[in-house]
Nanobody, 124 residues
């Protein structure tokens, strides 16, 4: 049973930074493509960033490009999302996700495993 757990969320002022982490257990982390998604109240879950198994390939949503950086440490079975220059519109519940198939994707339905989410709130 693969389990994902996010941490690092919180309340921050606009312009500030947060670093989210996703820890995994129960599987072979280095085999997985990983991703971050977010969901604001009353809205659908949206793609934020994705990273392939060795970190050589990353993709970002246009809304976060240049501000967020996704990374992974296969030795520690963790993935991170460094979020800089945060804006109030970044406020959401942030989820990490993993997929067994090696291709990166923007679509949440293609991911096999999900964490419970960590709340990020950006005040203006």
């Amino acid at each position: 049973q693969v389990e994902l757990a996010e941490s690092g969320g919180g309340l921050v002022q606009a312009g500030g930074s947060l670093r989210l982490s996703c820890g995994t257990s129960g599987g072979t982390f280095s085999n997985y493509t990983m991703g971050w998604f977010r969901q604001a109240p009353g809205k659908e879950r949206k793609f934020v960033a994705t990273i392939n198994w060795n970190g050589a390939e990353t993709h970002y949503a246009d809304s976060v490009k240049g501000r967020f950086t996704i990374s992974r440490d296969n030795a520690r079975n963790t993935m991170n999302l460094q979020m800089n220059s945060l804006k109030p519109e970044d406020t959401a519940l942030y989820y990490c996700a993993g997929k067994i198939d090696g291709t990166t994707t923007y679509y949440p339905y293609e991911y096999d495993y999900w964490g419970q989410g960590t709340q990020v709130t950006v005040s203006s």
